[in-house]
């Protein structure tokens, strides 16, 4: 009697076992994989944000010829209609957009005249190594406060800067031909007003031959 | 009944010199608030720097301050949190020990109504602190990595010494440098190890590094603590002048180091301003602000040997 009280506590208890186990065995690639599609994807991330919301907020940035005459009158006021600037940094972002005539070319900007006379050193599109984080927080489109993770937020910005590599330069260095005329819209940090303002370094984001 | 007016009036007046006195007493005797400063370790003297001066920003806005040490020990830590909860503490000024085991500690204030106010160290979360105040360390290491192409060159072997490996400024710094180093192919990393943010261990490190890479031309250090250990080994082994060493922190030997020529150059974080401004920010909580934003960059500025006049005392002169 006794054995058999003890054969059904132990069957009730493989039934409970097999309903609700107590572990799962997983293969370890399955659960590598498992993680690995858990894990941010600044890639893929940097893709759908490029194309679903970046593109279509071009229109939002300034006039380029608008801001470089602010800048060459007036820096301070350039800095305080149309700039951003995050946390307590002194430096700050601009995102504009414009035309132009190409006045010079090298491996690692095209400088173009973006105002009137068509003939000063205003804007330097960046056509060499993209580094730093102006794509990812020029625009005002991203904010480190939906991040929980500050390294997820940085790895966009890597993501970023290889798409402007990859899918703007090499069309940039294409359309790139001095006096020449070209449309852009790209984001410019300003840490050091001395080297940074003139000409005003700017990231192409868009460029189009005109 | 004239004596009665006059007993009256001396008794009116005695009752209020009373009253007055004892408010004046009682307002003598109130106990001030608290607020409890939690870092990571006190046994660098950066993180020094951190407590003591957003304790003294506390203090002087009116507050009883009290620093504790987690010796970057996740328990400590969860210990202080007890205490502090239990202690009657109104805000906490906070430099994690780990950015996943620091979270639940801040959750446990949280539901026990008090703020958190992370400091230079992040937790991963977005909804557990009130506030969290991060040197830009991701920026820092991409200026500091363009710096290292120029002065190594684009060619040649090169070391990192990683800080500890839980803390995302561990990550993010080596993040950043490698975003600019790892686009010059003929720069290649030979070893990269934690010297865990700490001195001894950095020159340890750094010893057995030598002995295996002997034709190093650069060392990136996770911090200036390694910093200065890895020039220690590198003097031992008179390699000083064939190693460039970077370090990250803005710590005042470090700075010292740069003006005598001897380290290359540091990312200065500016501890005290995010101190001062943490325990600002406790401070206008308690008065009833509430809407802060969750992350909030500090830059870091580039020291090199040409700007290091601008710098000590762990920020711009």
Known sequence: MRVLRWIIALMVAAGLCRVFPLFHAVPLKTAAAAKAAAAFNPAQFAETFWTGTLLTSLDRAVRADELVSLIQTDPAAAKKKYSRSIGLSEGYFYFLRGEGKILSVSDDEVIIAVTGGGTRAEVSLQAGLIFGNAVRDGTGLLSANDYPNSQDFNDISAALNHLVETSVQPKLRAQAKAGARISFAGCAEVNDEAADLKPLKVIPLQTQSE | ?317
């Open chain 2, 1 to 317: 009944m004239k004596t009665n007016w006059i007993k009256q009036a001396f008794a009116a007046g005695l009752s209020m010199a009373v009253l007055l006195f004892t408010q004046t007493s009682s307002a003598q005797a109130a106990p001030k608030q608290k607020i409890a400063v939690v870092v990571s370790t006190l046994n660098n003297p950066w993180f020094v720097v951190l407590g003591e001066t957003a304790k003294a920003r506390a203090v002087e806005l009116g507050y009883e301050a009290t620093l504790f040490d987690s010796q970057n020990d996740t328990a400590k830590e969860a210990a202080h949190f007890e205490n502090l909860i239990a202690g009657g503490y109104r805000a906490v000024l906070f430099n994690p020990t780990d950015a996943n085991g620091s979270i639940a500690n801040v959750e446990k204030a949280k539901a026990a109504g008090i703020p958190v106010f992370c400091i230079d160290r992040e937790i991963n979360s977005t909804n557990a602190a009130t506030a969290q105040m991060l040197s830009d360390s991701y920026s820092g290491c991409v200026k500091l990595g363009q710096l290292f192409v120029k002065t190594v060159g684009k060619e040649g072997e090169y070391a990192e010494l990683l800080g500890i490996v839980g803390d995302n400024n561990t990550w993010n710094r080596s993040k950043g440098f490698h975003s600019v180093v790892d686009r010059y192919p003929g720069l290649k990393m030979v070893a990269q190890q934690s010297g865990e943010f700490d001195r001894a261990k950095g020159m340890e490190v750094m010893e057995s590094i030598l002995q295996a890479h002997p034709d190093l031309r650069g060392v990136f250090c996770g911090n200036d603590a390694m910093a200065m250990g890895a020039y220690q080994a590198l003097v031992t082994a008179g390699k000083m002048d064939q190693v460039k060493v970077f370090g990250f922190d803005g710590a005042d030997d470090v700075v010292r180091s740069i003006a005598e020529g001897k380290i290359v150059a540091t990312g200065m974080q500016f501890p005290k301003k995010m101190a001062q401004q943490s325990a600002e920010f406790a401070d206008q909580y308690i008065k009833g602000k509430r809407d802060f934003a969750q992350k909030i960059p500090v830059p870091v500025e580039l020291v090199t040997r040409e700007n290091v006049g601008k710098y000590g005392d762990y920020g711009k002169k």
